[in-house]
Each structure stands twice: as structure tokens, then as C-alpha cells.
């Protein structure tokens, strides 16, 4: 996998301590060990089963930390050449075949996705502003009771959304919401 100085550890889990690298690119910022040990918190212990879907995956850390918390499947999307080859290194090291990276933007995987996912994280580069574009494609690719996980330097209006925690470290701005949809009468 060559040397890389750029590395990420997974938290807890079957991969727990694993490190994993991940390249010099432009707006790749891994969610701090702080935020991310938050964000599980707020989700349990174990993620059994679930079905995740790591939009921007980057670095891998949400995604890998998923699989590593039992997550029966966890699809990561990146674009970025350097950044796929490396996942997919990763996921080579760990043996970790829950795991699927695909290749392509992440509105035209949006738009294009049949799967339904428990579990979405949303960590696009902050420069780009993307989560007011993205939110409103995922209400029909979640599963019932699917949560999201948001992270920017700065949290659109979340209508139509119900935020059930939400918090922030230096820059970063974060919250897990789940679509606001009526109950039946």
C-alpha cells in the first residue's frame, strides 16, 4: 500500500486500532476521533445488520467504523482517483467484503440508487455547500426509521427533518436527523 503520512484510526470494533491511510487531497478532511466516538455514541454500540451508505467517503473513517461496528453492508462513494485506490486498499488489508466502493459523483449515485439504507453519512467538502442539494434526494433511498448523519461547516435548514442530536468541535458542525415524515392517522 505504500507509505502514506495521512492515517485514520478506526475506534472500535472487529477493525478496532486498525490504522488506515489515506492520501493528500484537496477538501479530504477525516471527521475527528472526538466527533466520530460521538456520532457512535449516539447510534449504539453496535450497528448489527444495518445497511450504510458513506456518500463522500473520503478517508473511509465513517464507513470503515461502520463495518467494524457490525454493519451487514456499507457502500462508500468517492470520485477522487487517489482517495478510491486507497479504500479500496483498505478494505483489501482488512478482509472487510461488507464493504463495496464504488466510483462516482454523489448526486448522480443519488439519483441513480434502487438500494434503501438504515444509515447515510453526509460529509461532503466543506467548500461545496452540497447538503441542501443532497437532502432532498434521500428521503426515497431510506429504509424505515433510517437516520442521517450531517456533518459541514455550517448546517443547512433542516424542514422536513427531525434532529435528534447535534453538536459541534472547532469548525465543525454535526447532527443525526431522520426524515420528518407524518405518522398515519
Given at each position: 500500500?505504500?507509505?502514506?503520512?495521512?492515517?485514520?484510526?478506526?475506534?472500535?470494533?472487529?477493525?478496532?486500532?486498525?490504522?488506515?491511510?489515506?492520501?493528500?487531497?484537496?477538501?479530504?478532511?477525516?471527521?475527528?476521533?472526538?466527533?466520530?466516538?460521538?456520532?457512535?455514541?449516539?447510534?449504539?454500540?453496535?450497528?448489527?445488520?444495518?445497511?450504510?451508505?458513506?456518500?463522500?467517503?473520503?478517508?473511509?473513517?465513517?464507513?470503515?467504523?461502520?463495518?467494524?461496528?457490525?454493519a451487514?453492508?456499507?457502500?462508500?462513494?468517492?470520485?477522487?482517483?487517489?482517495?478510491?485506490?486507497?479504500?479500496?486498499?483498505?478494505?483489501?488489508?482488512?478482509?472487510?467484503?461488507?464493504?463495496?466502493v464504488?466510483?462516482?459523483?454523489?448526486?448522480?449515485?443519488?439519483?441513480?440508487?434502487?438500494?434503501?439504507?438504515?444509515?447515510?453519512?453526509?460529509?461532503?467538502?466543506?467548500?461545496?455547500?452540497?447538503?441542501?442539494a443532497?437532502?432532498?434526494?434521500?428521503?426515497?433511498?431510506?429504509?424505515?426509521?433510517?437516520?442521517?448523519?450531517?456533518?459541514?461547516?455550517?448546517?443547512?435548514?433542516?424542514?422536513?427533518?427531525?434532529?435528534?442530536?447535534?453538536?459541534?468541535?472547532?469548525?465543525?458542525r454535526?447532527?443525526?436527523?431522520?426524515?420528518?415524515?407524518?405518522?398515519?392517522?
Amino acid at each position: 500500500m505504500g507509505e502514506y503520512r495521512n492515517k485514520v484510526r478506526v475506534i472500535a470494533g472487529k477493525y478496532r486500532r486498525r490504522q488506515l491511510a489515506f492520501p493528500d487531497v484537496d477538501g479530504l478532511r477525516p471527521t475527528p476521533d472526538r466527533v466520530r466516538t460521538t456520532l457512535f455514541n449516539w447510534l449504539g454500540a453496535e450497528l448489527d445488520g444495518l445497511v450504510c451508505l458513506d456518500l463522500f467517503a473520503g478517508s473511509g473513517a465513517l464507513g470503515f467504523e461502520a463495518a467494524s461496528r457490525g454493519a451487514r453492508r456499507v457502500v462508500m462513494v468517492e470520485r477522487d482517483r487517489s482517495a478510491l485506490t486507497l479504500l479500496k486498499d483498505n478494505r483489501r488489508m482488512l478482509g472487510a467484503d461488507e464493504i463495496d466502493v464504488v466510483s462516482g459523483d454523489a448526486l448522480a449515485y443519488l439519483r441513480g440508487a434502487r438500494e434503501r439504507f438504515d444509515l447515510v453519512f453526509l460529509d461532503p467538502p466543506f467548500g461545496l455547500d452540497l447538503l441542501p442539494a443532497l437532502l432532498p434526494l434521500l428521503p426515497g433511498l431510506l429504509a424505515p426509521g433510517a437516520r442521517v448523519y450531517l456533518e459541514a461547516a455550517r448546517l443547512p435548514d433542516l424542514a422536513g427533518w427531525r434532529v435528534l442530536k447535534q453538536g459541534s468541535a472547532g469548525a465543525v458542525r454535526y447532527a443525526l436527523v431522520e426524515a420528518d415524515v407524518a405518522e398515519p392517522a
